[in-house]
């Protein structure tokens, strides 16, 4: 009996000492929440219901905006991938210095490994760090590479204690996963070769062999046939190491929840940075056909179904209360990107970039006005904002929840915006400069204001009134035009 007594005692206090780590654990992360960004790749700000999409369902993003704070002036810095990325990480305006535009598969590194980072951020915070997904930020210090061999720096060099990815885009060789260093599925007899400028080995290419494509090129996208799709580059070898597009969305979806298991005991940060919906699009087998816009809403779809999952997960590990989500896409949408997809005969009375003008790569608000959602339950009451927020200014603004400085000149263009990401102001940014293709603009308050730039004049416009950029003003406002040049030039001689 006493031999029992003993036993209960002691299971008694093993219990209340786990009971005790846990609520340790638990008042740890309550201070330190875990913090999820799920970056979309060419997503419009109308290609969600919450922002207005009538004619594709996307209930599980629905939900993240109906449970937390939806931007209606949520912005990328750019009205491109590789900008947008890079502005993201480093909190700065990428057209400061040459080479940060679209990169080949093949780029080196972009991202200084010795300056401030995002995702170092998170690290001097306590944080273990992820990425899951597209890169397109370069890897190795230089062009040319051994594919067959570690690479770096990348992602690891600039703050992500874990990193799986595809080295560019889905539509550039080469066509394989990358985890930390190391290609996976290497085969030392059949050596990677990869080049931007000529043709390498024998592989068929798309303008070559049409007849053994299953997605044809509507412009370009004509060298190596991978999955039979034809890619921007040539690559030889590497069979085994290719992946196929179908695969994509699962397979990030699944090492994006390990990275989540493995960490769920302590804070993390996961930077989940989708493929959807870049081109080529070629969404999963379950989801073909599913929409009335062709492979560009299937990938929609498949996309807003990795958003499920992924927050499905978080119910289930109880982390949901302490994760705060930040949901965007790197720059605005595109129709017909190179592939023969039905996207523009198929897209019918849908606004991908909803009520705004222009596209991915323009300068007008359609081009770098994004969705953007961010949730914490029971921390950011929900609703709606209409301040102006970048993406670039996450840097700054987690700095400041950290209580963390920033060293200087570094992350310069990244401002704190933390009021107003948790709801708690109503102003975010004041001026901003945004990037298309070729040409920047200025926003100050109301005011957008376009230099000329091919054979364009000035342009002025009122985003208040005209928020679709339809009336130019600048003829009526010839001082506001003087002003926001002089405010230009000078955030560009900073």
């Known amino acids: 009996m006493n031999r029992i007594k003993y036993m209960l005692g002691f299971a008694a206090i093993c219990f209340s000492f786990s009971a005790g780590a846990q609520q340790s654990r638990k008042k740890l992360n309550a201070v330190k929440p875990n913090v999820i960004m799920i970056y979309v790749d060419d997503l419009g700000y109308g290609d969600l219901g919450c922002y207005g999409a009538e004619m594709i369902k996307t209930p ?32 700065e305006y990428p057209w400061r210095e040459k080479g940060r535009n679209i990169l080949p598969g093949d780029a080196a590194l972009i991202v200084s490994p010795e ?17 899951v997904g597209k890169w397109h930020l370069g890897l190795g210090d230089q062009v040319s590479k051994d594919w067959n061999a570690d690479i770096k720096p990348g992602p690891n060099e600039v703050g992500f204690d874990y990193s799986f990815i595809f080295p ?16 996976i599925g290497l085969d030392p007899l059949d050596s990677i070769f990869v080049s931007y400028k000529s043709k390498v080995g024998n592989e068929p290419t798309g303008k070559e062999n049409p007849e053994l494509l299953k997605l044809a090129a509507s412009v370009g996208h004509n060298q190596t046939i991978v999955n039979g799709i034809g890619r921007i580059g040539f690559m030889q070898g590497g069979k085994k190491t290719r992946w196929t597009d179908e695969e994509l969305a699962s397979t990030f979806l699944s090492k994006a929840e390990d990275f989540i298991e493995g960490n769920k005991d302590k804070p993390f940060f996961l ?40 927050t499905n997960q978080l119910d289930k590990l109880g982390l949901t209360e302490n994760t705060i989500i930040i949901f965007s896409s790197d720059n605005g949408p595109v129709l017909d990107d190179g592939y023969a997809d039905e996207a523009e005969l198929k897209n019918g009375e849908h606004k991908p970039a909803g009520p705004y003008r222009g596209w991915k790569t323009d300068v007008y608000e359609g081009g770098t006005r994004v969705p953007f959602i961010v949730t914490w339950p029971g921390k950011i009451k929900p609703g709606v904002s209409s301040a102006m927020v970048n993406q670039m200014d996450l840097l700054a603004s987690f700095s400041s929840f950290f209580k963390q400085s920033i060293p200087m000149d570094e992350a310069k263009d990244s401002e704190n915006i933390w009021p107003a990401l948790t709801g708690k102001s109503k102003t975010g940014r004041v001026t901003m400069v945004e990037e298309g293709y070729s040409n920047l603009a200025i926003v100050n308050g109301n005011w957008k204001y376009i230099p000329p730039f091919g054979k364009s004049t000035d342009q002025l416009y009122n985003l208040n009134d005209d928020p679709a950029e339809r009336e130019n003003l600048a003829t009526k406002h010839p001082e506001k035009i003087k002003e926001l040049n002089d405010m230009l030039k000078k955030i560009k001689q900073n």
């Open 271 to 310: 930077f989940y940075a989708l493929h959807n919906i870049h081109v080529p699009r070629m969404p999963s087998t379950m989801f073909k056909g599913k929409s009335v816009l062709g492979y560009r809403g299937d990938a929609i779809l498949e996309m807003d179904w990795v958003v499920g999952e992924l």
């Open 60 to 91: 599980n993003t629905d939900k993240l905006a109906k449970n937390g704070l939806m931007f209606t002036n949520g912005h990328s810095t750019s009205a491109t991938c590789t900008p947008s990325r890079y502005a993201l990480m480093s909190g």
């Open 168 to 183: 560019a885009t889905a539509d550039r060789v080469p066509t394989v996963f990358m985890e930390n260093h190391k290609v």
């Open 115 to 131: 300056k401030a980072t995002l995702p170092k951020v998170f690290k001097k915070a306590g944080y273990s760090t992820g990425i």
